[in-house]
């Protein structure tokens, strides 16, 4: 069945520390890849998307991420997190059809 | 512009009964979308719409209809509410849906918090 697969549920850092959530996706063909954050009592805000060209996509934030189309993943990084940046986080899939469909999300917690 | 914005942001309802969460977009968006939000299921989706006149089921219609009677408005009517029903709501809208395109990506509401008693 076609899905996107959040690697993470429940990640901690102490700030400075780098990060990597893993996401990866079944659908076939071309896909727009996207990634939304969602701060504590705010809505789904959008971080980064990939359509074509350079797979090294850059965010707000100093947030990034890279595009393995034979591996299937869209995977977001950022080398120092900040307290600022705890949130959930959930990779997101444009395949065929009109909506996005979305990872199971990745809940970030940063500490001082 | 206020974007998207959904009413109300909290409501208790009692199994049974009906509700609609109301959603307006001010950006002139052909697309419209409801989704539910539980625990670690991530976000899934209810409803969608191509334009007004224009709707079609997502991956977890039952017990939800909606409406698109306008390109602003995209209501998301519950009828005979049941405990399985408490979730958060969010209704998101785009411009165009088609791919590589920046006009696809999704603008987000604030969210409906309800719970079905």
């Known amino acids: 069945a076609q899905s996107v697969s959040q690697h993470n549920h429940h990640v901690i850092l102490s700030e400075a520390a780098s990060l990597e959530l893993g996401c990866n996706y079944s659908y076939g063909g071309t896909v727009n890849l996207f990634w939304y954050v969602q701060y504590p009592g705010q809505h789904l805000q959008l971080l980064l998307k990939?359509?074509?060209?350079?797979?090294l996509v850059k965010g707000i934030k100093g947030f990034e991420a890279e595009f393995i189309k034979s591996k299937f993943s869209f995977n977001l990084r950022k080398p120092s997190v900040q307290w600022s940046d705890t949130a959930e986080y959930f990779c997101?899939?444009?395949?065929?059809?009109?909506?996005?469909?979305f990872g199971k999300g990745t809940s970030l917690l940063v500490t001082p | 512009n206020a974007g998207v914005t959904q009413t109300p942001k909290f409501h208790i309802l009692k199994i049974g009964q009906s509700m609609t969460l109301q959603c307006t977009q001010d950006m002139n968006h052909n697309y419209m979308y409801w989704y539910r939000q539980d625990p670690g299921m991530g976000l899934k989706l209810i409803y969608y719409?191509?334009?007004?006149?224009?709707?079609d089921k997502g991956e977890v219609p039952n017990g939800y209809n909606v409406s698109r009677s306008t390109t602003e408005d995209f209501p998301l009517r519950l009828e005979l509410a049941a405990p399985s029903q408490t979730s958060v709501y969010f209704c998101?809208?785009?411009?165009?849906?088609?791919?590589?395109?920046?006009?696809?990506?999704?603008?987000f509401g604030a969210g409906s918090r309800l719970t079905v008693l």
């Open positions: 998101a809208s785009s411009y165009a849906a088609g791919q590589s395109s920046g006009a696809n990506v999704l603008t």
């Open positions: 990939y359509f074509s060209g350079d797979p």
């Open positions: 719409s191509v334009g007004a006149g224009i709707t």
């Open positions: 997101a899939v444009k395949a065929s059809g009109y909506a996005l469909n």
